[in-house]
């Protein structure tokens, strides 16, 4: 229904109206926006806002009726708005039309968001980043990207807000509430949300980064999806042959893709060193996600006087026996290069079962058995000794006690944002185990241990980083505690983390399994992103390129208590060897089947289709992570439905 252009008598005298028109049509807006709010987040950070109340209206154009402050014709050429201005307009108006004309909204609700400090905004998707799983949002955008300067200012008329704002959010109307009512709800949202200090002093202009070798293509595709939205311009260096060599261009932030010999030996860092002296561009910094390149590009960083952290560190940590000797001066780990030597140091060294088995150098689970008798020892280490990449064999203490992962923001030896992650038993964790890999499961944030276990590992495992040379980077530490107040029960059919209530017989402490000098993989930078609205990909590249100011705005969570605003369990799906993949998309096929659990669903990724040659042994098919604000116990309930439902897909041939 139309209305006029008289005031609302449910406005303040001091809001004033706006009505927006196109010279071919009649339909036409009336816009009641109040003066700014500036508000201040719980860490300090300053921003304002301006509410606009819409309604359509029978106005006539060009009409003098005093309590109409302002006319814009969007269509007009003649009307001179900036870029930004005209960004921010064509948003607002395509919002009207979607929600008064299209969802028949009597009124709709929206929030502009100005600076209160001059600058440029740390990333060009710094609200669509932190308003994911916001409920009371309907759409978000920014209307300028980080090469754009922006000023601070206290606007005065409907202009000054569409030439000053940097992004707006739409208010997603409740059935029960009013209007007024939700954009209360979005203000405080927005106080804990864009809590950072997403206004930044100087553009990054050291923003060439390279990057040696890649991982999964959608792994690839998020990376390079947050360099893009942080101005940072990439040089691949690959494999000849790779499918990244001839579609680099598909991304926009990939400048160039240099095809070397990626063996793996002596002279890789020197075949690096001389793609990039043959380049005619500068570069300012160089990473890599893969873990055998990490020595090499360590070289690389060193030689280049780039950021790095110190040779012996990485070369300590990419190898689990040194992790675990060096570090925590576990005597009981045994390094042996095959099943004959095994045997020979069996004779002069009694193991006791149960054991770890898995490669001294490698990635994630792959290759990690739990074995329980000598028969299974010689089965697992015949099998890593058979791999194609030949590397010697750990054979160690299997520790009993819930597995975590720590992951650390350091900057300068400082701890920018810190996280417990709980993981569920692996798959050689369960009772009716029959050998084989230890595959991970579930994943939960955020932790369930008590802050004690959790501040004793933040404290200690600080230490050891440091100790070995590691002052900044995101790191992705996994240890085990032992003693601790809590333990893995199935209870009413659920698996989780609970207190066993018994009398603890030691103080907690924890056993130190690996020191992964990178972000977490895909189910767990996506989850703490979803969790806390950190992003780890950004982090690790900002690091590599020592933007120190951008690493420490965007190492700040959400100020929700604890700082999450979920919780989160990440669900790996695995299959039971390699070959040929007989499934389709697991998450189309979720949705086809379960569109009530998929609510539930934040993120998910099929890493095959269908036909797809596997061989990874056993491989990973799949990823679904959901998220709730109910409870932990109603994540839980949700993965495990979630899993039923999705591991019967998973089918190999």
């Not at 959608?218 to 940072?232: D, K, N, P, R, T």
């Not at 998450?587 to 609510?599: E, H, N, V, W």
């Not at 679904?624 to 109910?630: H, R």
Request: aromatic share 8%; with cysteine; hydrophobic share 40%.
């Amino acid at each position: 229904m139309s209305t006029t252009t008289k005031k609302d008598s449910s406005f303040p005298t001091h809001v004033r109206s706006t009505i927006i028109a196109e010279s071919h049509s009649s339909v036409r807006y009336i816009c009641h926006w109040d003066a700014s709010t500036v508000l201040t987040s719980g860490l300090g950070n300053t921003f304002r806002t301006v509410n606009v109340y819409i309604r359509e209206t029978n106005a006539a154009v060009g009409a003098t009726d005093s309590s109409v402050d302002e006319l814009i014709m969007n269509d007009r050429k003649d009307h001179v708005l900036s870029k930004q201005a005209r960004i921010a307009l064509d948003y607002l108006v395509s919002s009207i039309r979607r929600l008064l004309l299209v969802d028949f909204v009597a009124e709709a609700g929206l929030k502009f968001i100005l600076p209160c400090s001059n600058g440029y905004v740390v990333r060009s998707d710094f609200l669509r980043k932190r308003m994911v799983g916001c409920e009371v949002a309907e759409s978000f955008l920014e209307f300028v990207d980080t090469e754009c300067y922006v000023r601070a200012i206290n606007p005065t008329t409907f202009t000054d807000v569409l030439d000053h704002a940097v992004g707006a959010v739409v208010t997603r109307q409740a059935a029960k509430e009013n209007l007024r009512s939700d954009m209360k709800r979005l203000q405080e949202e927005l106080v804990a949300r864009i809590s950072f200090p997403w206004i930044i002093s100087s553009r990054l202009t050291h923003n060439r980064l390279v990057v040696v070798g890649s991982r999964h293509q959608l792994v690839m595709a998020a990376w390079f999806e947050s360099a893009y939205q942080l101005g940072i311009q990439i040089t691949l260096i690959g494999p000849h042959g790779h499918f990244l060599q001839h579609n680099w261009a598909l991304y926009p932030a990939v400048e160039q893709y240099l095809a070397i010999n990626m063996k793996v030996d002596d002279d890789l860092s020197s075949r690096i060193i001389k793609a990039l002296a043959d380049n005619d561009r500068p570069f300012h910094g160089i990473t890599t996600f893969k873990d055998p390149y990490l020595v090499p590009v360590a070289k690389v960083a060193g030689e280049l006087n780039l950021t790095t952290a110190p040779l012996e560190a990485v070369s300590t940590c990419i190898d689990k026996h040194l992790t675990r000797t060096v570090v925590q001066n576990a005597s009981g780990a045994l390094r042996v290069p095959s099943l004959v030597d095994l045997k020979d140091r069996m004779g002069k060294t009694p193991l006791k079962y149960p054991l770890i088995v898995k490669p001294c150098a490698g990635y994630g689970s792959e290759g990690v058995f739990k074995v329980t008798s000598d028969a299974e020892l010689f089965k697992a280490v015949t099998t890593l000794e058979s791999a194609p990449e030949k590397v010697d064999i750990l054979v160690d203490t299997y520790i009993d006690g819930p597995e975590i992962d720590a992951n650390f923001v350091l900057y300068d030896g400082e701890i920018l944002f810190y996280e417990l992650v709980d993981g569920l038993p692996c798959t050689a964790e369960y009772e009716n185990f029959t050998g084989g890999n230890f595959l991970e499961t579930d994943q939960m944030w955020p932790s369930n241990h008590p802050v004690r276990e959790s501040n004793l590992l933040r404290k200690e495992l600080h230490a050891i980083l440091l100790q070995l040379g590691f002052r900044t980077g995101v790191l992705h530490v996994e240890a085990r505690i032992q003693n601790s107040a809590m333990h893995y029960t199935v209870e009413h059919g659920l698996q989780d983390l609970r207190p066993h209530n018994k009398p603890l017989e030691a103080d907690p402490s924890y056993v130190l399994m690996e020191i992964n000098q990178r972000p977490p993989g895909h189910g767990g930078f996506s989850s703490t992103r979803q969790t806390y609205g950190i992003d780890y990909m950004a982090l690790y590249s900002l690091c590599a390129l020592g933007a120190k100011e951008r690493v420490q705005a965007l190492s700040q969570p959400f100020a929700y208590t604890g700082g999450a605003q979920c919780w989160t369990d990440s669900i790996f799906l695995n299959a039971d060897k390699a070959g040929i993949y007989n499934g389709g998309d697991i998450p189309a096929q979720l949705q086809t089947l379960r569109p009530d659990l998929m609510a539930y669903v934040c993120f998910s990724a099929c890493y095959y289709k269908y036909g797809d040659v596997v061989l990874d042994d056993p491989p990973r098919i799949a990823l679904v992570i959901v998220s709730s604000k109910v409870s932990r116990q109603h994540v839980r309930e949700v993965a495990q439905q979630v899993r039923v439902v999705a591991q019967s897909l998973v089918k190999m041939r």
